[in-house]
């Protein structure tokens, strides 16, 4: 069935360090939305992409809509230990704008 | 890998019947699923948490009377929407999560879309 591919699924960086997630579709996505999910809680909407090569900035957060609208990531800059969590990529089935696919989730874990 | 469905799928019912959602971790026990509500080329919106064996906790500003949760087994929690109207069409999604060794997962589900005539 359609996927939303998401990588990788771990990742350990130092604190300071920068981080990138990234989610790959093969075929077009109409938006992407990205969540945050800290340990022990739920996700939480970070925000939604929908135009081609969008890039959009949260504090050191930065976002990117590829050219083709079937790619998208995620980058933090100098990590900080709050940016401990799960962050997950999500778009609509390509065919049915009633549901919405996840990615399997990037997990970031932070060393001291 | 883990896998976790929803029944039904889509669902069209009348004003005022209730609806039932089904939520299932297919290959792992879940003591606590989440229910989402997502409105069109909206964000998910956390509806309750979902705790086996107990009451589930609802978010702020989500009625508990109407939209009752019953996570009765370690692989079963189930919505039921109240009396509908056609106020409450929408996509709800749950997940269910998986306590690791290396932290807990979530997996969600592929979805319900409720319309309410």
């Known amino acids: 069935g359609q996927q939303v591919m998401q990588i990788p699924q771990y990742q350990h960086v130092q604190e300071g360090e920068d981080f990138t997630t990234y989610c790959n579709s093969s075929?077009?996505?109409?938006?992407i939305q990205w969540y945050k999910q800290r340990p022990g809680g739920h996700p939480v909407f970070l925000i939604q992409?929908?135009?081609?090569?969008e890039v959009k900035k949260q504090k050191r957060l930065t976002f990117q809509f590829g050219e083709a609208k079937k790619n998208s990531s995620l980058h933090i800059t100098a990590t900080q230990t709050t940016d401990v969590g799960t962050y997950f990529c999500?778009?609509?089935?390509?065919?049915?704008?009633?549901?919405?696919?996840f990615g399997k989730g990037t997990r970031l874990h932070i060393l001291p | 890998g883990a896998v976790v469905s929803q029944h039904p799928s889509r669902v069209i019912c009348k004003s005022g019947t209730s609806v039932k959602i089904e939520c299932r971790s297919l290959?792992?026990?879940?003591?606590?699923m989440f229910w989402y509500r997502q409105f069109p080329k909206k964000s998910l919106m956390l509806m309750a948490t979902?705790?086996?064996?107990?009451?589930?906790?609802?978010e702020q500003g989500v009625e508990k009377d109407k939209f009752l949760i019953n996570h009765a087994s370690l692989t079963l929690s189930t919505l039921t929407v109240t009396s509908a109207h056609p106020e409450d069409s929408s996509f709800y999604i749950c997940?269910?999560?998986?306590?690791?060794?290396?932290?807990?997962?979530?997996?969600f589900g592929p979805g319900t879309r409720l319309t309410v005539l």
């Open positions: 997940s269910a999560e998986r306590l690791g060794l290396v932290g807990d997962t979530q997996y």
């Open positions: 075929t077009t996505l109409s938006n």
């Open positions: 992409l929908v135009k081609s090569g």
């Open positions: 999500a778009a609509p089935h390509p065919n049915r704008d009633d549901k919405i696919i």
């Open positions: 290959d792992f026990q879940a003591t606590t």
């Open positions: 979902s705790n086996e064996g107990s009451k589930a906790t609802y």
